[in-house]
Structure formats: structure tokens, C-alpha cells
């Protein structure tokens, strides 16, 4: 059984939002190439390419949309639970 750590799958949906690798690295407060390695890794987990390498910018491949769907709704998910320790005020 492979887990996905939720960085990975929030840098995804950071680069994917900005369209950019560097404007995702900026936000994130990483450097451009910690972001291309997380990209890397996660495509390693999942055994799938992303991003068309063969296209200019920032393009998903069919399993990219595929999984960029997925970590939107587990990341959704995922913030529902933290929201639940949050104090209230």
C-alpha cells in the first residue's frame, strides 16, 4: 500500500493553480528545484507522468487530471479533519 504524503499532492495543486513551477516555489517558500523534486517524487509513487513534457508550460496529461481531481478532494478532506481540532472562537 503506497501513502501520498499531502505536501506532495499541495504542491501539485499549487503549480497547477499558478501555471508555473517558480510561482508555485515562491508561494510555497521553496526553491524551484524542491518543487520539481516533489513533482518527481509523486510521479514515482504513482507511476505516471503529470505533466505533457512535450507541450510548452504548465500541462496536465489525461492521468494528471485525473489525479490532480483525486488530491483536491482528499486535500478538501483533508482540512475538514485538521478544521476539527481548530479552536473555536
Do not use: W
Not at 478544521?83 to 472562537?89: G, Q, V
Request: with cysteine.
Amino acid at each position: 500500500m503506497i501513502n501520498i504524503p499531502t505536501e506532495l499532492l499541495r504542491t501539485l495543486i499549487t503549480v497547477v493553480d499558478l501555471r508555473s513551477f517558480t510561482k508555485a516555489a515562491h508561494l510555497l517558500g521553496v526553491t524551484q528545484p524542491a518543487v520539481s523534486a516533489q513533482i518527481k517524487r509523486l510521479q514515482t509513487l504513482l507511476d505516471c507522468e503529470i505533466f505533457d513534457k512535450s507541450a510548452p508550460g504548465v500541462i496536465l496529461t489525461n492521468a494528471g487530471d485525473v489525479v490532480v481531481s483525486y488530491a483536491r478532494r482528499m486535500l478538501s478532506i483533508n482540512d475538514q479533519i485538521v478544521d476539527l481540532s481548530a479552536p473555536r472562537l
